[in-house]
């Protein structure tokens, strides 16, 4: 019975991981295109970059990070940790084609929830179950990330 609450945080954890990557793609989809549909992918960063050009290089790479996240098994807590790590450091990739400063300055946060969650993903998945209750309050932070992100995107 013991083993079966556990197990039971392990599957919260990764629910909670998982909505709150897959929300943020929800939200940012379609929101965040160039004036001519493009979304700036392989161009180099510009300090005179739009917000929406420089949004939608992000949303490109969360989207994605979304798509690895949707093929994780919810009893796999190593697989969620390693998608995680992959968006972090796909955020910290795109972040060298962002060069709007309003939509620079919110990379950092992203990229470090994932990051913090990721290691708290590979902590549950080596046992230490301490670690899910942190998801709650980790998440919580990136999930205001993401609201700062869209308000700065869809708006």
């Known amino acids: ?6 197990m039971n945080k392990n599957l919260t954890a990764i629910a909670l991981v998982g909505i709150a990557v897959l929300g943020l793609a929800g939200c940012s989809a379609g929101g965040a295109g160039g004036a001519d549909g493009s979304t700036g992918g392989g161009s180099q960063a510009s ?5 929406a050009d420089a949004c939608a290089v992000v949303n490109d790479t969360i989207e994605a990070a979304a798509s690895e996240f949707q093929d994780v098994s ?10 995680l790590r992959a968006a972090a450091d796909a955020i ?16 950092p946060d992203l990229e470090s929830g994932f990051s913090t969650i990721a ?10 179950l301490a ?13 205001e990330s993401f609201t700062e992100f869209q308000e700065l995107c869809l708006s």
Do not use: F, R, Y
Request: proline share 3%.
């Open 1 to 6: 019975m013991k083993g079966e609450h556990h």
């Open 47 to 51: 300090p005179d970059q739009s917000v």
């Open 74 to 83: 919810a009893e796999d807590p190593a697989g969620a940790a390693e998608a």
């Open 92 to 107: 910290g990739e795109a972040s060298t084609e962002v060069g709007n400063a309003d939509v620079a300055a919110l990379l």
């Open 119 to 128: 290691d708290a993903m590979s902590a549950v998945a080596e046992g230490d």
């Open 131 to 143: 670690e899910a209750e942190e998801l709650q309050s980790v998440g919580t932070e990136l999930q």
